[in-house]
């Protein structure tokens, strides 16, 4: 079945460091990739999106590429703020289907 | 606000109790999704609804479970004869239609705790 793995948590880096939350999915057609976020008392949210291979999905400085032929869909952000403290979660919706399956989700702390 | 809203925010109750949790989806979306998060993991499909249909409920974990959308807006989720297993966070999510390009947009969640 579909299925996302993402990198475990926590990860923390300083203020400004480069990030990489790496993400692999497992699917039986071509799903959507998702990247949602919920920061500390909130909600979910989505951070970005990606329909189809070779789309990148961007928001926030947060960018995502869909790779097919590695079945990836890792999350990059340059420079990170201490508010981008958060846990992410990495998920996929297969075409049709309109359940979303999430990974595990990865809890990011940003130290000043 | 514009948002999805659920209620209750928190709800504790013993083993053996029925509970209701609401959830009041964006105006005018179609699709209407019900997850649930354990402590430490993803949200985890339950079910979900177009208009007042229910599409697909293979996410229900047994009987126990039921959901309803009467009107095509507000739906519950029905929890029978509560279980200490049950306990953990649940989650509505509507989108504009459906199709898996729509983004589902999420709740603050209900959180559950059986005693």
């Known amino acids: 079945g579909n299925s996302v793995t993402q990198m475990e948590g926590p990860v923390t880096l300083s203020e400004e460091a480069f990030l990489t939350i790496n993400c692999t999915y497992t699917?039986?057609?071509?799903?959507?990739l998702f990247w949602y976020v919920q920061y500390p008392g909130e909600g979910l949210q989505l951070l970005l999106k990606a329909t189809k291979a070779d789309d990148k999905g961007s928001n926030k400085g947060f960018e995502a590429t869909y790779r097919k032929e590695t079945t990836s869909f890792h999350l990059e952000k340059g420079s990170v703020q201490v508010s981008d403290s958060a846990v992410y979660f990495c998920a996929l919706s297969d075409r049709g289907d309109d359940k979303i399956i999430f990974g595990k989700g990865t809890r990011l702390h940003i130290l000043p | 606000g514009a948002g999805v809203s659920q209620s209750p925010r928190y709800k504790v109750t013993k083993r053996g109790q029925d509970v209701a949790l609401r959830c009041d989806p964006i105006?005018?979306?179609?699709?209407l999704y019900w997850y649930r998060q354990a402590l430490g993991q993803g949200p985890e499909f339950l079910t979900y609804?177009?208009?007042?249909?229910?599409?697909?409920k293979s996410g229900l974990p047994n009987d126990r479970f039921s959901a309803e959308r009467p009107e095509g807006s507000i739906s519950t989720l029905t929890i029978q004869r509560t279980e200490q297993r049950d306990s953990a966070m649940y989650r509505c999510a509507s989108s504009l239609a459906a199709g898996g390009n729509q983004p589902q947009h999420f709740g603050d969640g209900t959180r559950l705790s059986i005693l």
């Open positions: 699917a039986t057609g071509y799903p959507s």
């Open positions: 609804f177009n208009y007042e249909a229910q599409q697909d």
């Open positions: 105006s005018g979306h179609v699709s």
